[in-house]
């Protein structure tokens, strides 16, 4: 029996937040009326996360769990989760309750008026000052090269209909961002505000390291442009030598040989060599990404999935 509604949760050492996220869940999905299953992907959590949804998936039938082979990140445990998914309407929620259950209400009926992305933004935003700052820039600059026309990047709590799910599970790419990736297949998306929570149990998986990487595979897998720049910076730059040199050579006819300006000549170099660097790892990024993508190992490794149906 297919469920109307599959709730996917990906989880990574999540303990103290996995009873509190039932806690709120569950009476908000009940409310609803519907016939549900909730995935939780454990994403090779090493605290006792895994004991626990474990348990969850004996005591629920609606529980399933997909227990990943190590730790694949939070958006391949999302689509290990969509792969497994039956229902008809697909919300991914976090685990570490940020983002409200009571708002999934709200997503489901939107989706009832027949929008096949629902996405979010969260108003009053509970993060740490830098990551606020960091994802505004990033939305601008996202939204002004790769046109997605999407208002918070970040925000998981969404609903897709299955039809975009389909979609998503048959492009089988290995580095993607969820949101932007169901935003491109949307034929009617819309998108509605919802609360956020400071998180209060746990600690967030994303430092500095990991939020660079999910942005340049947000970037590289949306848009070309940073590419683009660089050709079109280069020849603005080609240009500008061009015409330096012609005024080096006119000096050099007028004003005879001269020995000045050798510091200003170290600074332009040094500041060529940074354009240049920059440039060089910009067209790595895009390349590191295509070999990923033709060596075709698996995108994540499933240990095994917990259903009731199998047992
Ligand atoms: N997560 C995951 N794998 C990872 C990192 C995170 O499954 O490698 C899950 C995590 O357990 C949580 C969700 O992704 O359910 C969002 O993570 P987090 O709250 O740490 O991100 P933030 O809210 O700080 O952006
Ligand atoms: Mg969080």
Known sequence: MKPEISVIIPVYNEEESIGPLCAELYPVLKSLGRSFEIIFVND????????MLYDLHKERPEVRVVDLNGNFGQHMAIMAGFEQSRGGKIITLDADLQNPPSAIPGIIAKMDEGHDVVGTYRIDRQDPIFRKVASRMVNRLTNRMARLDIRDYGCMLRGYDRRIIDIIN????????IPALGR??????????VTHRER???VSKYGIAQLIRLNFDLMTS??????QLVTVSG??????SLLLVCYIMLRRIIMGPEVEGVFTLMGIQFLLTGITLMSLGITGEYVGRIYREVSRRPRFVVKKVYDREDE
């Open 44 to 51: 090779g959590s090493r605290d006792k996360s895994f004991a």
């Open 170 to 177: 048959a492009s089988c790419e290995t580095t993607t961002f």
């Open 184 to 193: 491109k297949f949307a034929a009617n998306p819309v998108e509605i505000p």
């Open 200 to 202: 209060e149990r746990g």
């Open 222 to 227: 949306f848009t070309l442009v940073p590419l």
């Open 235 to 240: 020849m603005a730059i080609s240009l500008l």
